[in-house]
C-alpha cells in the first residue's frame, strides 16, 4: 500500500504542472486586433485570462466567421496558477441524435461529394456556446454581460472586410449564396464584399445577448434553439430540440508527457493532436536530433510524422464511444517500436506500414494564447471547420453552422476535405464527437514556458510540433511562429510544404531518400504564441505573419 502511495506520488509529481511566475504584465495573441484588444479590455475590468478567453472566442466568433463561431466548438486548455490545476474544457460538436454511419453514402455506397461540407447536413450541434458560458461559470470573475460585451458590440457595430476575409469568402462562395441568411450577412449583392465594406451582424448580437441574459438556455432552449432547429430542418437538416438541450461539454484532463527536459501538456481526445504530438515527439527523443545534418534531421522528423499519423487513422476517435489505446501509443515500447521501423537512409513508403485496419483537417479555425498577470494561462484552438463552415444560417439567429460532421470517417479509407483517412473509431454515430486535429498546448520546464497553438486542419500537429522543436531549442515567439512549414500525415503519402520550407539541397536529398515533395500554393496556418522567462516573469507574445492577428503584451 505505502508503495503504492510512494508511486502514485511521484507520478503526480511528474506529471505537475510547472508553476507560472507572476507577471506584472498580461500577454495575448489572438488571430484578429478586435479580439485581443476585447481580451485586455475584460482584463483591465478586474478579469483574468479565463474572462479574457470568454471575450476573445466570443469575438472571434463575430469577426473571423469563416474560422470559429458559436455554431462551432472548440478545445480551451487552462491553467489556473492558485491551485495548478489544468483541465481541457471539450466543446467539440456532437452528431446529430438522427445521424447515422452512413448517412453521406448514396445507394451503392459512395460518398454523396460535399454532403458533409456544405449545408445544415454537414452541420453538428455547437459546443462553443456551452463552453462560454461553463468557463465564465466556473473559472471566470466577471458576469457574460460583461465578457460578451464586447463581441455583442462588434456584431452591432460591424468589421471591415480584409484581404483575408475576402478569400476566404470568394472560395467559399457558391456554399454561401446558396443560404439567402448567410448570403445576406456575409456577401454584397451575392458577390464577395469590397475591401473596407462592414459586416453587421444583427441577428447574431442578439443571439449573444440571450446568451449573456440566460446563459446556456439562451442558446440551447427557448426562442433562439426554436429557430435553430426548425429553420436548419427546413432547409434539410436532422437536428431536434433534444439535440440542443441535451448538449454538455466535457472536462478533461490534459494529456502530458516530456521531451529533453520539457512537460508538453496537449489537447485529450477527442483530439487527436496531443497524442500524434507526443508520439512524434517520442520517436524524435530518441533519435538525438541535434547530432544531426538538417537533410537528415528532417528525414527523421517526416519518418515520425508519417507513423504518428497512421496510427492516427486506425485508432483515435471519441474516447466516450471507443477505446482508444492512449497508455499503449504513448508507452515507451511503442515510440521504441516506430522508431526501429525508420530507415535512416531511405523514405517508407506509407504503404509498407501496417494497413489500417478498416477505417482525419485544415483550412480554418483560429487559435489564441493568453498568460494574465496572476500566471494562469488559455491555450484554445476554436473550429467550425472550413472556411464558413457549413455556409448556412439558420434566418433569424446569426448564427453560422459548422460542417464538422467531415472530420468524421464518411466511409472507410475514403479521404475528407483535408485528405485524411480515417477508421471505424471515427465512424459516425449519434451524440458522438468527430475526431479533431485541434492541438492548444503549453511547452515548459523550471525556466521557460509557451502557450502555443494554430488552426490549419490536419496540419496543425505538425505546425505545433515545429513550434515546440524551435521552443525547446531556444527560439523566440517571432521566429517560432514564422517558421517554414512542412507536414507528413500518412496518406497521401507525400511532404506537403510551403516554398522555403527546404533548400535545394535538402529537396534533392529528400527526393533521392524516396520522399515525395509537394510545393504548396500558399503558405498554412496562423500560429499564436505566448512566452514567459519563468525566472524573470518577462513575457513576449508573437503573431504569425501569415494572418491578420496582434499579439500585444502590457
Ligand atoms: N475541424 C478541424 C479539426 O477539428 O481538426
Known sequence: MRLISVCLTLILV?????????????????????????????????????????????????????????????FWLLYRNKDGKQIMIDGREKAPYQSHRDMYLDSTGEVIPGLSVDGPLSAGIPGEPAALVHIAEKYGKLSLHKTLAPAIRAARNGFKVTPHYQRMAQFRLEALRKSPAAAKIFLLNNEVPPLGYVIK??????????????????????????????????AGGIWSMQDLAKYQIVERKPLTGHYRGYQITSAAPPSSGGIALLEILHQLEGLDLHEQNNLQRKHLIIEAMRRAYRDRAEYLGDPDFVKVPIKTLLSKQHADQL??????????????????????????????????????????TLSINYPFGSCYVPPGTGVLLNDEMDDF?????????????????????????????????????????????????????????HGILAFVDGKDAETIVNLPRYHHQYLP????????????????????RGHQLKQLDSTYGNMHIVIQDKKTGKLSAAGDKRGEGKALVK
Open 14 to 74: 511528474l506529471v505537475a504542472p510547472l508553476h507560472t511566475a507572476q507577471a506584472r504584465q498580461a500577454a495575448i495573441s489572438s488571430a484578429h486586433p478586435a479580439a485581443t484588444d476585447a481580451g485586455f479590455e475584460i482584463l483591465e475590468q478586474g478579469g483574468n485570462a479565463f474572462d479574457a478567453a470568454v471575450a476573445v472566442s466570443a469575438v472571434l466568433a463575430v469577426v473571423e466567421p469563416y474560422s470559429s463561431g458559436i455554431g462551432g466548438g472548440g
Open 201 to 234: 451582424q444583427e441577428d447574431l448580437a442578439k443571439t449573444l445577448e440571450a446568451m449573456a441574459k440566460h446563459g446556456r438556455a439562451g442558446f440551447y432552449e427557448g426562442e433562439v434553439a426554436r429557430r435553430l432547429v426548425t429553420e436548419t430542418r427546413k
Open 339 to 380: 522508431r526501429k521501423s525508420i530507415d535512416p537512409e531511405w523514405a517508407t513508403p506509407s504503404s509498407d506500414l501496417k494497413p489500417v485496419a478498416s477505417k482525419d483537417s485544415g483550412f480554418h479555425t483560429t487559435h489564441f494564447s493568453i498568460i494574465d498577470k496572476h500566471g494562469n494561462r488559455v491555450a484554445a
Open 409 to 465: 470517417s464518411a466511409k472507410p479509407g475514403v479521404p475528407n476535405a483535408y485528405g485524411l483517412v480515417g477508421a471505424e473509431a471515427n465512424a459516425i454515430a449519434p451524440g458522438k464527437r468527430m475526431l479533431s486535429s485541434m492541438s492548444p498546448t503549453f511547452v515548459e520546464n523550471k525556466q521557460r514556458l509557451a502557450v502555443i497553438g494554430t488552426p490549419g486542419g490536419s496540419r496543425i500537429i505538425t505546425m505545433v510540433l
Open 493 to 512: 503519402d507525400m511532404v506537403q510544404h510551403e516554398v522555403d520550407a527546404f533548400s535545394a539541397e535538402e529537396k534533392a536529398g529528400l527526393e533521392k
